[in-house]
């Protein structure tokens, strides 16, 4: 039978090309995306993997079982500390001082949105709801990253290969393997309208994602200031 996550990656997947044929990651594949580019999407990914471990850390509070928590907290030091490699590649290939560029970030309003979507389901729902809406984020990158190695011969000096191989590897699998475990654990027991907003949660995630490679790439912004 097929499982809930499948469902989800199934109706999800015609936003893969949709993303890859953006002007982000087709920059990013020519290596001539902009810096303002480079510079609006750090500064407001720096904030999303900050809330994105945050959210971790509630969930974790509300997991009863310890090799899930222990997944909750290797999941927490991965993204605190791990993935800013990825980011220092980026950072690098506009020859600009990561921490530098990440001071005064701000919540741009797509980022705003999606931070919010995740947040809204950890407060007023339950684990897979919100892991629901957390799903896109290794779902959609592993997925990019392998259609662009996929589709590209990248040469061995290409400023953001290390950008791309960094997503393409298996982290992206062990990560989705304990998420979907959990979310479709959790679905069995629920009713048709609860397991679609499961499926709506991901939908609008990967929605999500996609509107935030657009915001850097046209460095969307508030129109109104303080
Ligand atoms: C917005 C966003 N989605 C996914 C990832 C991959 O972890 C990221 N760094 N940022």
Not at 66 to 92: C, G, P, R, T, Y
Not at 139 to 152: M, Q, S
């Amino acid at each position: 039978m097929k499982q809930i996550t499948d469902i989800m990656e199934e109706k999800a997947l015609p936003i893969i090309d949709k993303i890859y044929y953006d002007g982000f990651i087709q920059g990013l594949i020519h290596a001539d995306l902009s810096e303002e580019a480079v510079v609006h999407y750090l500064k407001a990914d720096a904030l999303y993997l900050a809330n994105f471990s945050d959210i971790y850390a509630l969930l974790l509070a509300k997991s009863d079982n310890k090799d899930e928590k222990n997944f909750f907290l290797s999941q927490i030091n991965f993204v605190l500390n791990e993935e800013i490699a990825a980011h220092k590649n980026l950072a690098d290939y506009i020859g600009r001082d990561y921490n530098e560029i990440i001071k005064g970030g701000e919540w741009y309003p797509s980022a705003d949105h999606y931070i919010k979507h995740m947040y809204y389901n950890a407060y007023a729902f339950g684990m897979a709801e919100t892991l629901s809406g957390m799903a896109p984020c290794p779902w959609i990158y592993a997925k990019i990253a392998e259609k662009i190695l996929a589709e590209n011969k990248l040469a061995d000096d290409h400023p953001l290969k290390f950008w791309v191989e960094f997503y393409a590897g298996d982290l992206a699998k062990d990560c989705l393997h304990w998420y979907y475990k959990i979310i479709n654990r959790l679905a069995e027991h629920m009713s048709i309208a609860d397991r679609k907003r499961l499926v709506k949660n991901f939908l609008e995630s990967c929605e999500h994602e996609r509107k935030f490679f657009n915001m850097a790439y046209t460095q969307e912004c508030w129109e109104l200031k303080e």
